[in-house]
């Protein structure tokens, strides 16, 4: 059964670090955080997904996030959030404590954005 509020962490331009929250598990909640429409992105561990502004680099959001996975560094631009997978529904699922340590260290600020 989808769950109506999901546990993730959201990563806001001008911040320092991700904030642990919920939020609605609705397409318009999580088109807010990013601020437009969003695009999924698979980040490996444990189904987990990084949502952000499908149309980011397009529109000129900076590039205030950097993801590390396995040794190598990805740029990301503008608000983005992450959540897990439900593998066999398909819908978005609340991160537990672990998954919320896991990505608050994959995730450095870019300084100066």
């Given at each position: 059964?989808k769950?109506?509020?999901i546990r993730v ?6 911040e320092l670090?991700?904030?642990d929250?919920l939020i609605?598990?609705?397409?318009d909640?999580?088109?807010k955080?990013?601020?437009g429409?969003?695009e999924?992105?698979g980040i ?7 949502f952000?502004?499908e149309?980011g680099?397009?529109?000129g ?5 950097v993801?590390?996975?396995n040794?190598r560094?990805?740029?990301l ?9 439900n593998p066999?529904?398909?819908d978005q699922m609340?991160?537990d404590?672990k ?7 994959m ?5 100066g954005?």
């Amino acid at each position: 059964m989808k769950e109506k509020r999901i546990r993730v962490v959201v990563f806001k331009m001008g911040e320092l670090e991700g904030e642990d929250c919920l939020i609605d598990n609705t397409l318009d909640a999580m088109q807010k955080i990013v601020g437009g429409n969003i695009e999924a992105v698979g980040i490996g561990p444990k189904d987990l997904d990084v949502f952000c502004n499908e149309e980011g680099l397009l529109v000129g959001l900076e590039n205030c996030w950097v993801m590390k996975v396995n040794n190598r560094f990805f740029p990301l631009h503008g608000n983005l959030f992450v959540s897990r997978l439900n593998p066999k529904t398909g819908d978005q699922m609340s991160l537990d404590d672990k998954d919320v340590s896991l990505v608050m260290d994959m995730f450095l600020p870019v300084l100066g954005a």
